[in-house]
C-alpha cells in the first residue's frame, strides 16, 4: 500500500472553486484506480469521483456530475461549489479492479476540509 495526503482544502463562497490534490509517498507503479471521496459530519464517506488508471475513464457521483473534474495528476477541481459539498475529502488508490463501494479501496491518507458558505 502507499501513503496518501489529500490537500487543497479550505473556506469558500458557494459559487467558488478549489482544487484538491493527492500527494503519494511514492509513484504508483500498479494501480487499478484511483479516486476521491468525501465525509460531512454524521455521515458516511462516499464516493465523489474516480479514475479508472488504464484507458482514463472517468466516473462521477451525480451529485458532482458537470462541476467536478479528475485529472490523472490525482486533482480534483472542483467548480460551482453548494454548501452540501461541505466534508472531508479523502483521496485513495486501490490494485484491483473497480468499484465505488469505500470499503474496496486498498489505501487511504489524510483527508482535507473543505467549508462550503452560503
Known amino acids: 500500500q502507499v501513503q496518501l495526503q489529500a490537500s487543497g482544502g479550505g473556506l469558500v463562497q458557494a459559487g467558488g472553486s478549489l482544487r484538491l490534490s493527492c500527494a503519494a509517498s511514492e509513484r504508483f507503479a500498479s494501480i487499478s484506480a484511483m479516486g476521491w471521496f468525501r465525509q460531512a459530519p454524521g455521515k458516511e464517506r462516499e464516493f465523489v469521483a474516480s479514475?479508472?488508471?488504464s484507458g482514463g475513464d472517468t466516473d462521477y457521483a451525480d451529485s458532482v456530475k458537470g462541476r467536478f473534474s479528475i485529472s490523472r495528476d490525482m486533482d480534483l477541481q472542483m467548480n460551482s461549489l453548494k454548501p452540501e459539498d461541505t466534508a472531508v475529502y479523502y483521496c485513495?488508490?486501490?490494485?484491483?479492479?473497480?468499484?465505488?463501494?469505500?470499503?474496496?479501496?486498498?489505501?487511504w491518507g489524510q483527508g482535507t476540509l473543505v467549508t462550503v458558505s452560503s
Open positions: 479514475m479508472r488508471w
Open positions: 485513495a488508490s486501490r490494485v484491483l479492479g473497480y468499484s465505488r463501494i469505500v470499503g474496496s479501496w486498498d489505501s
